[in-house]
């Protein structure tokens, strides 16, 4: 082992142990936001609209009062303040347009709430709901983005469809265009995704010492912030606590049930539990943005990019969410990880009459994906090179400058993931059977992590060495079964020396952590891990300096290890215990607060230029498929991944990341589509929603790079959102190759692929019958 | 509607309760019962959180009614554990090939493995994906479950 960042060599880190939480979760004994009870509990249910635009011409909840059981029947009148807010994105105004909690006189989507029920038990909230009378005059809508922004579009705000619009401009792209060799061009759409966790949304709140507390499944419990707004209370009085969430990937980053439970608990001064259906979440919980993209790519004869020009539009649905956020994601990853000299790129956020879009894991930097790896291909084909030598040729190095005029300040190791994630692969594969085309496709990706860097992000944590040698941490992160409190722990055991069983984590609680800023945007390794190594290092730093007293050595030549600290190797030692005793003896804390902040910049959003993010995870996927010429059926043969995550800190969950990533990408790629029609949403059932099992797809073979150069950790990327981001653009690359017909419209069913055969020339056609 | 008694042996303890004739054996175990290992996820029988062993068979908990699961066992996750909460060997597999992120799917998941070894002593890897078909991951991409339990399988099948 090499001496590392720390001095030594790691003990913990790089090691995969199962943590607390896990052996709850197998003992199935975790107890999560449906499994909470309490005395004189109420049961909540959201009454939601039928129709995607309508005007409210009037609620009566006479009857659904009246019903034997019904506690509480709420509507908009009953809200202290009936906005749900968004902090205004970088250098942009604040949002015009909020969310009510309840719809008042106006509804804009299929699902929004109207009213909310608390009853005696679920079956009489359910009834009640159905007796609250909500007369609906129906209005025009939109429903696509096209439509939205035609003149004379139905509005669905009256500040226009349009929620905002990002420019991101470097060089001169009209005249590299019309220099460049060869120009390729291309339109590639994508559509609503849910999230699908299993866990659907839920919790429990209550009254407690004056303080509204919420017990959900949330990624973020800053939302408390948020819900004090909503009744006017003073922000020391809502509390939320995060549950171990059973999924979230986003969809538990805006608020779910919060305000609605919330507004129950203080009308009727009772503890309510909220669990939303699963038909339910299905139509009326966020989804992934569908894109249009329209990208034109210019490149010289052996390939080196000279411009590209891009134009993104997304489907807000009907309120902006995280809109704005996602489609300037979408704009600062537009070009993915190559080098363009000349960019062009606008996206836009439009407001349509459909669900609400938010986060989704990618947020944006993934829907690119399938474009500007689309663009790749074409280029490769059109000049007669290979799909890895086009890329090569353009990857960006460190240095380089992205289109925003940022300099890259860490590697970018994309090729050597690519390189990997073919070798993975092996020989190419041959034909199954006749009537089948085979091909090979890859996909390479540059996913941020960590927030926009014009949030001056910043979390803190809390550690303590108890006197009897165990540690203690408090952190505010939330946990979404990828193990966010357990690498904390790793971190702080590699530090301290403590053993892994004696290190107990206390997170998700807004009134008793210190706050870390939620889990979203692949930061908490990166935000949380460093103020958790801080922490560990500086409470080091100073017990340290007693250890040395006691052992007659100095503090730069201790070791922890092992729940001890060691003069040396073979010299004597003392355990975390005695030190812990020695330094109560003198007075010294052996409790410790730490603020992480992560860099800050700015952008200028008329000028396109500035920064966006710290830094980026860099990866590649690489997957064999065998197409039906009959059916258009796509069967993935093969699959592989690689990514360069700086440092694996528990190298079994960073596969796990990859591989469950790679999973939910290629539901994504080749079935799941919610198909909203006209504004109502068509999955009305989990049973017509695929997302992929068992059965469905090959295992997902992983290869990792440690380039040791992130900005998290020891060194480490994040690793949470990056690999669902190049799925699509890998198999969209594999039936190109295939069939001869680069596919642009997700997702890729048997009857688009079979209109894609239809498109072949016949002098491509590669078809094998052996 | 009215209530009737019934005697649910659940983890091979007799349970007297109380349920209308439309309660699911999911809401019994769940809310009455305390059983947090048999979750709702759906609602349809489709992605298998609320699975239970009926008489050593896997069924949805939000498909089977309370009243029908009276006079058969029931099996949830802990019912497979030993006397102190001692972990079962499949369990352990879980634990050891990671098999788990969020843990929401892992008890049913678990149960429907379990079922799968003991009815084929060692099926092959394509014969636990046919077996786990009902079971959704939205997390872990399946190959660590599978791996898992692979790995029990070939445990169970040493003499």
Known sequence: MTTTELGQAYRVVGTSPAHHDFVDKVRGSLLYAADWQLPGMLYGRVVRSPVPSAR??????????????????????????????????????????????????????????????????????????????????????????????ADGAPLVHDVGNTLVTWQIRCGDVAAALAAA???????????????????????????????????VSTQIIEHAATIAQILRLPQSKVRVIATYMGGGFGGKEDMTVEPYLALLVWHTRRPVRMIWDRQESLVASTKRHPFLMRYRTGADRDGTITAQQVEIIGDAGAYPNLSPRVLFAAAACACGPYRVPNAAITSSAVFTNNVPSSAFRGFGAMQVTLAYEGQMDLLADRLGLSRARVRERNFLVKGDLLPTGERLDTCVEVGQTMRRALALLGEPPRPPRPGTLTGR????????????????????????????????IRSGVTDLGAGQAASLCQIAAEVLGAPLDDISVYIGDSALNPPAG????????????????????????????????????????????????????????????????????????????????????????????????????????????????????????????????????????????????????????????????????????????????????????????????????????????????????????????????????????????????????????????? | MTKR????????????????????????????????????????????????????????????????????????????MGPGDVLHPLQECFLRRGA????????????????????????????????????????????????????????????
């Open chain 1, 518 to 770: 939620g889990t979203f945007a692949t930061r908490q390794l990166y935000m949380s891990g460093n103020a958790v190594l801080h922490a560990a290092s500086e409470l080091r730093e100073r017990i340290a300096a007693v250890a040395a007293e006691m052992l007659g050595s100095s503090p730069d030549q201790l070791e922890f290890a092992d729940g001890r600290v060691h003069a040396d190797p073979e010299g004597p030692s003392i355990t975390l215990a005695e030190l812990a005793a020695a330094c109560d003896q003198r007075a010294i804390s052996t409790a410790h607060l730490a603020t992480w902040r992560a860099e800050s910049g700015s952008f200028d959003p008329r000028t396109g230029q500035g920064d966006t993010f710290p830094d980026y995870t860099y990866g590649t996927h690489a997957a064999d498929v065998a197409v039906d010429v009959e059916t258009g059926q796509v069967t993935v043969v093969r699959y592989a991944a690689c990514h360069d995550v700086g440092r694996a800190i528990n190298p079994m969950r960073v596969q796990g990341q990859i591989q469950g990533g790679a999973m939910q990408g290629l539901g994504y790629a080749l079935a799941e589509d919610l198909a909203v029609q006209d504004g109502y949403v068509q999955a009305g059932l989990f049973a017509n929603y695929l997302i992929p099992n068992s059965r469905d797809f090959p295992d997902v073979e992983v290869d990792i790079v440690e380039s040791g150069e992130g900005k998290g950790p020891l060194g480490a990327r994040g690793i949470g959102e990056p690999p669902i981001g190049n799925v699509a653009a890998t198999i969209a690359s594999a039936i190109a190759d295939a069939i001869g017909v680069h596919p642009a419209e997700l997702p890729m069913t048997p009857e688009r692929i079979l209109a894609l055969l239809d498109q072949r020339p016949s002098a491509t056609r590669k078809e094998h019958h052996r």
């Open chain 1, 181 to 215: 060799d060869v120009v390729v061009e291309g339109e590639y759409r994508t559509q609503h995704v849910e999230h699908a966790y299993l866990e659907p949304e839920a919790g429990v709140g209550w009254l407690e010492n004056g303080v509204l507390t919420l017990r």
């Open chain 1, 56 to 149: 409210i011409s009037g609620i009566d909840v006479a009857a659904a009062r009246a019903l034997p059981g019904v506690v509480a029947v709420l509507t908009a009148a009953d809200i202290p303040d009936n906005r749900i807010t968004e902090r205004a994105s970088g250098g942009l105004a604040e949002l015009e347009v909020a969310m009510p909690v309840l719809a008042a006189d106006r509804v804009r989507y299929m699902g929004e709430p109207v009213a909310v029920v608390a009853a005696v038990t679920p079956q009489i909230a359910d009834e009640a709901a159905e007796l609250v009378a909500v007369d609906y005059a129906e209005l025009p809508g939109v429903f696509d983005v096209t439509s939205a922004r």
């Open chain 2, 100 to 159: 788990a992120q969020c843990g929401f799917c892992t008890p049913g998941m678990v149960l429907t493995a379990l079922d799968v070894v003991q009815r084929l002593g060692r099926p092959t890897r394509e014969e636990i994906r046919d077996a786990l078909v009902g079971n959704l991951c939205r997390c872990t991409g399946y190959t660590k479950i599978l791996d898992a339990v692979e790995e029990y399988a070939d445990l169970a099948a040493e003499p």
């Open chain 1, 441 to 472: 496709g890859i996909g390479c990706n540059r996913q941020p992590y960590g927030r926009t860097i014009w949030f001056r992000d910043r979390a803190s944590a809390w550690l303590s060495l108890q006197p009897d040698g165990t540690v203690l």
């Open chain 2, 5 to 80: 008694r019934v005697v649910l042996d659940v983890n091979g303890r007799d349970h007297e309760t109380w349920v209308q004739p439309s309660d699911t054996l999911l809401d019994v175990l769940h809310d009455q019962l305390g059983l947090a290992d048999v979750r709702y996820g759906c609602g349809e029988g489709v992605c298998g959180t609320c699975t239970v062993l009926l008489d050593g068979e896997p069924v949805s908990g939000c498909l089977t009614l309370a009243v029908q699961a009276a006079g058969h066992r029931v099996t949830t996750l802990r019912g497979l």
